[in-house]
C-alpha cells in the first residue's frame, strides 16, 4: 500500500546493508522491475499470485517456479488454510499445510505469517522452518477477530518454535 518507488528506495537503503528484504505485493498491481530487482522474497497470497502471474487460483509448482524466475526472487505463496508453499533454494516447491482449526476472523492472518516468517529468517531459522513459523502463527492468529490483538503472545509464538530447527 506504499507507493512502489518508496519500497524500492527503502529496499535498497537495506540491501546496501545487507538486510534481507520481503515484498508482500498487496493490494496486488503490476510490479516495477526497479523494485522486484531490490526484493529477496515476494510473498503474496494465491489471490495475489494469480492476479500478479496470471496462474490459475491453485498456484501450481510450475506457477510459482515460472513466477520466481520471472521476477528473480525467492517465492513464498500463503494459501489460507492450505498453508504456504515455498520454492526452496533446491528449485522444488514445498507445500507446508496448515493445521485444521475453526476460524473466526481471516484478517491480519497473512501480516501473522510474515512477521513470523521474517523473524524465522533473522533467527537463523532454514526457510521451510520459518515458512512452517508463519504458517503456524498465521493458523492461531485466525482464532481471534481483529488483527494485531490477534496475534500470538509471545509464550504462544515461543511454543509454535518447538521442534523448528535452523
Known sequence: EIPQAV???????????????????????????????????????????????????????????????????????TMGSRGAALLGADGAVHRIPASPVQAVDTTGAGDAFLGAFAYGLASGLDERAAVTLGVRCASDSVLRPGTQKSFPSTERARSFLDGLEG
Do not use: K, Q, Y
Open 7 to 77: 519500497t524500492a528506495a527503502a529496499f535498497a537503503a537495506a540491501r546496501s546493508r545487507g538486510i534481507v528484504t520481503i515484498l508482500n505485493p498487496a493490494p496486488a498491481a503490476s510490479m516495477d522491475p526497479a523494485l522486484l530487482a531490490v526484493s529477496d522474497w515476494v510473498i503474496p497470497n494465491e489471490v495475489e499470485f494469480a492476479g500478479l502471474s496470471r496462474a490459475s487460483s491453485d498456484a501450481t509448482d510450475s506457477e510459482i517456479a515460472a513466477f520466481a524466475s520471472a521476477t528473480g526472487t525467492r517465492v513464498v505463496v
